[in-house]
C-alpha cells in the first residue's frame, strides 16, 4: 500500500507524465471536453422538460417513471450498441453520458418547480403577469437551487463516467484507468482514479461557489 | 441493426442465469450498504461535527470511477463476486447515507420527547419511533440505490463479472448486436420489477401511511 | 454472500502462497515440462478462465469439452481479461487452467528470454514459470502475433517487412491492445530489434473491433492482430515478415495449478493438442466471430466430431 502511494507520488510529480499527447494535461483537457459537452447537452434537453412538466403540471407522471429507468441504462451497454449501430466515433460516448446526464438534471428541475409555493404563483398570475412570465419571472428564479442540484449531480456523475470513452479507443482520464487494467499497472490505474475525482470535486465546489454568488446576487 | 430472435430463444438457459446473477449482485450491495450506512448515518445524525465528514467521503467516494474501483480490488479479492460486491456497495453508500440522515432528521422533536417522557430509553426510541418515522425517505433512497446498482453491476464485466454485461462484451467483441439488446433490456427491466417490489416492501412495511396515500 | 464468506476469501488468498511452497517440492523437470507426479488432483473440479479474445475463448471451451470427456467437472469463467489480469488469478486460485501460447506466455514471465524454437521455448517456460504453476505439453496449433498493414499502406510505403517500418520513422501509428505498449512483441521490440520509432501508439483491442476498424479507417497504420484471424485474407490485409524473430514461436500451451493437474487432466488435454490444426482453430474462431455461433457449442462439436467427447 505504502509502496503504491509511493509510486502515484513520483507518477503525478514527473514532468514526463504531464507531457505529450499521453500525458496529464491533454488527458485532463479531453476529460473536461467530454464531461463538459455531454453535461451541457443534457441539460439543453433536460431543462426545458423539467420546466415545462413542472409549469404546465402535464406529463409529470411520464416523464418522472421515464427518467427512474433511464437511470437503470447501463452505460457500457449503450455505449456498445450505439457503437455496433454507427461505428467508431466519439458519439456512443455523448449519447451514453447525455442519457446519464438528463435524468437527474429532469428531476430535480421539476422537483424545483414543484417547490414553488402555489400562493407565488397565484399572486404573480393576480398581478397580470402571462404563463411564460410567471415561469421565467417567478418560478424559474425560485426553483433555480434544486436546478442547480441537479445540474451538480449530473456533472459529477459524467465526470465520473466519462472514463468510458477510453474502452472504445478515446482520450480522456479513463485512458489510465483502461490502459493500467490491461497492463496490471495499478499506480496508473489509481492515478487516473484519483485525477477523476479531483476534476469532479473540483467542478462541484466551483458550480456551488457560482450558486452562492448567484444568491447573493438575487437577494441583494 | 437487427434482433436475432432464434439466438434468443437458443440462450434462454444462459439469459436466465446471467440475469439471477446480475441481480444477486445488485441486491447483495444494497444489503451491504444498508448494512454500513444505517449505523453511520445514526453517527451523523447525533454527532453533528461528524455529518459533513461522513456525508463528504461518501460523496467523494461516489467520484472515482467504478471500473476503477474494481481494478484497484483486485489485488485484495481477486476476480471474484467480493470485488463485485465491494465495489457496487461503495457506490450504494452516498444515497443511503445521505436519505437515512435525512429521513432520522425529519422526525419530529416533540416525537422524540414523548417517548423519553414515556421513559423509552434511546435505542428503544432509534428502533420503534425514530427509523419507523424515517422509513419513507430511507426507502426512497434504497430504490435508487437499487436501481443504481443494477444499472452499474454490467461495468464489472471488465474484470469478468458483470453479469448482464457480459453480454456487452460479447456482442463488441464479436460485432453482434443482439446480445446487447437483450442485456439492456434485461438491465432495465430487471430495473422496474425491483423498484416495483420496494414501493410494494414500503407500502407493507408503513401501514399507518396508507391511509394518506 | 455475507461477511463470512468475504473473510473466508480473504483467507484463502492468503493461504494460497503457503500450500504452492509445499507443492513445489515435487514439481521436477523433463522435456515436456511437465511435473511428473505431483500432488494436484482434479477431483474437486477444474476452473478454466480465458482472456479476452474469441479465441481463447473457443480454447478455454475445447479443453472443458476434452475434461468432461474425461470425467472431471469443469466451470468455465470466460473474458476474464488481459494475461496481466489472468495469471495473476490463476496465482491466487481464482481460475485454475489457461489455454495459453508458449512466446508470449514467455515474454511475459521473463522479457529476456531468447529461446525462438519449440522445444527450447517449452523448457525456457518451465524455468521461467513462478511456483505453483506449470504448462503441460503444447498442442500442434499455433496462433501468432502479427503486424498487419492495409495494400495500400503497403504500396505506399513500400512495407513488406517489419525491418521495412524504420524507413518511416516518426510517421507510422501503431494500434494494438494496451498491453502492446509494453511488450516486448510490441512497441518494445519493434524499437529494440527493428530501430522503429513510431509517431504514436493507439490503445485499442486485441483483435477486436477496435483495431479492426482503426486499421480499416485509417486510423493507424500498422495493426496487431492474429494469424488466425480470417479476416486478414478477407480484407486483403498485408502481414509484415519478421526477418530477425522478433515474434516468437506461439504453440498454444496448457497453463495450469499444480494443485489441479493430475494425469486424467494431462492426458485429455494431450489428446486434444494433438488432434486440433492451425487451419481447424482458424475455422472454429470463424464460426464464432462470423456466424455468431457460440464458442462452447463450437467447442462441443469439435470435440465430438473427432473423437474428444460423446
Known amino acids: 500500500m505504502y509502496e503504491l502511494l509511493k509510486n502515484l507520488g513520483t507518477w503525478l510529480t514527473s514532468g514526463a507524465s504531464w507531457s505529450g499527447s499521453d500525458g496529464i494535461t491533454h488527458r485532463l483537457a479531453e476529460h473536461l471536453q467530454y464531461s463538459l459537452l455531454a453535461t451541457l447537452i443534457a441539460a439543453a434537453i433536460g431543462l426545458p422538460i423539467g420546466l415545462l412538466i413542472g409549469h404546465t403540471g402535464k406529463g409529470a407522471f411520464l416523464a418522472i417513471n421515464l427518467s427512474s429507468f433511464g437511470r437503470a441504462l447501463p452505460t457500457v451497454g449503450l455505449v456498445v450498441l450505439v457503437f455496433l449501430a454507427g461505428g467508431l466515433s466519439m458519439l456512443p460516448v455523448y449519447v451514453a453520458l447525455v442519457a446519464l446526464a438528463v435524468p437527474a438534471i429532469v428531476t430535480n428541475t421539476y422537483a424545483g418547480m414543484t417547490a414553488v409555493d402555489p400562493d407565488v404563483r397565484d399572486a404573480a398570475r393576480g398581478q397580470g403577469m402571462r404563463g411564460h412570465q410567471v415561469l421565467f419571472q417567478v418560478e424559474l428564479p425560485l426553483a433555480l437551487p434544486l436546478i442547480m442540484t441537479g445540474l451538480r449531480l449530473a456533472l459529477i456523475q459524467v465526470v465520473a463516467t466519462a472514463t468510458i470513452a477510453a474502452y472504445v479507443s478515446f482520450g480522456g482520464l479513463g485512458r489510465y484507468v483502461f490502459d493500467g487494467l490491461a497492463q496490471r499497472d495499478l499506480v496508473q490505474v489509481l492515478g487516473g482514479a484519483v485525477l477523476v475525482a479531483v476534476v469532479a470535486v473540483a467542478l462541484d465546489l466551483l458550480l456551488s461557489g457560482l450558486q452562492r454568488l448567484l444568491f447573493r446576487h438575487r437577494t441583494a | ?213 | 454472500m455475507n461477511r463470512r464468506t468475504v473473510l473466508g476469501g480473504l483467507f484463502a488468498a492468503a493461504s494460497v502462497p503457503a500450500l504452492s511452497a509445499c507443492a513445489s517440492g515435487v514439481t521436477s523437470l523433463d522435456g515436456s515440462g511437465s511435473a511428473s507426479g505431483g500432488g494436484g488432483s482434479s477431483k474437486g473440479g477444474v476452473t478454466i478462465g480465458t482472456a479476452n479474445f474469441t479465441e481463447n475463448q473457443v480454447l478455454g471451451y475445447l479443453y472443458a469439452a476434452a475434461l468432461k470427456q474425461a470425467g472431471v467437472k469443469v466451470t468455465v469463467r470466460p473474458n476474464l481479461g488481459t494475461r496481466e489480469i489472468v495469471i495473476p488469478a490463476l496465482k491466487s486460485g481464482d481460475i485454475d487452467l489457461l489455454p495459453e501460447y508458449q512466446g508470449a506466455l514467455l515474454n511475459y514471465l521473463d522479457p529476456k528470454a531468447t529461446a525462438a524454437e519449440e522445444g527450447a521455448m517449452q523448457n525456457a517456460l518451465t524455468l521461467a514459470l513462478p511456483k505453483g504453476l506449470q504448462i503441460l505439453p503444447y498442442g500442434a496449433a499455433e496462433d501468432s502475433d502479427a503486424f498487419v498493414v492495409t495494400r495500400e499502406t503497403a504500396k505506399k510505403y513500400g512495407l513488406t517487412s517489419l525491418a521495412d517500418l524504420k524507413k518511416q520513422n516518426g510517421k507510422l501509428v501503431l494500434g494494438a491492445a494496451p498491453e502492446v505498449k509494453k511488450r516486448r512483441v510490441g512497441a518494445v521490440g519493434l524499437k529494440d530489434v527493428y530501430g522503429v520509432d513510431l509517431k504514436e501508439f493507439k490503445s485499442l483491442d486485441s483483435d477486436g473491433p477496435l483495431v479492426k476498424g482503426a486499421l480499416k479507417k485509417g486510423d493507424v497504420d500498422v495493426a496487431n492482430l492474429f494469424t488466425t484471424d480470417t479476416d486478414i485474407e478477407a480484407n486483403d490485409w498485408v502481414v509484415l515478415a519478421d526477418p530477425a524473430n522478433l515474434i516468437p514461436s506461439q504453440h498454444i500451451v496448457p497453463l495450469i495449478a499444480d494443485r489441479k493437474a493430475d494425469d486424467t487432466v494431462r492426458k485429455a488435454l494431450a489428446r486434444l493438442g494433438n488432434v486440433l490444426t492451425t487451419a481447424q482453430l482458424t475455422e472454429l474462431n470463424r464460426l464464432v466471430d462470423k456466424d455468431k455461433k457460440d464458442p462452447e457449442e463450437v467447442a462441443d462439436d469439435y470435440a465430438k466430431r473427432h473423437g474428444l467427447a460423446e
Do not use: C
Open chain 2, 1 to 213: 441493426m437487427s434482433v436475432d430472435w432464434s439466438w434468443i430463444g437458443d440462450h434462454t438457459d444462459e439469459l436466465t442465469s446471467l440475469t439471477l446473477s446480475h441481480l444477486q449482485a445488485a441486491l447483495s450491495a444494497v444489503f451491504f450498504g444498508v448494512l454500513i450506512s444505517l449505523p453511520l448515518a445514526v453517527i451523523a445524525h447525533r454527532f453533528r461535527p461528524l455529518r459533513g465528514f461522513l456525508l463528504g467521503i461518501s460523496n467523494v467516494l461516489f467520484t472515482i470511477p467504478s471500473i476503477a474501483i474494481f481494478v484497484l480490488l483486485l489485488p485484495v479479492s481477486g476476480l471474484t463476486r467480493t470485488t463485485t460486491v465491494i465495489g457496487l456497495t461503495v457506490y450504494t453508500l452516498v444515497v443511503l447515507l445521505r436519505n437515512t440522515v435525512e429521513g432520522l432528521d425529519s422526525v419530529p422533536a416533540k416525537t422524540k420527547e414523548a417517548a423519553k417522557a414515556m421513559g423509552t430509553r434511546p435505542l428503544r426510541t432509534l428502533l420503534t419511533v425514530e427509523f419507523p418515522l424515517a422509513l419513507p425517505v430511507i426507502m426512497a433512497g434504497v430504490r435508487i440505490a437499487t436501481v443504481m446498482s443494477i444499472s452499474l453491476v454490467s461495468v464489472a464485466t471488465y474484470i469478468g463479472d458483470g453479469g448482464l454485461g457480459q453480454l456487452f462484451t460479447d456482442g463488441f467483441q464479436r460485432n453482434f448486436p443482439t446480445p446487447v439488446i437483450v442485456g439492456v433490456v434485461l438491465t432495465i427491466l430487471l430495473a422496474v420489477v425491483a423498484d416495483a417490489l420496494l414501493v410494494a416492501l414500503q407500502y407493507v412495511l408503513t401501514p399507518w401511511r396508507r391511509r394518506r396515500a
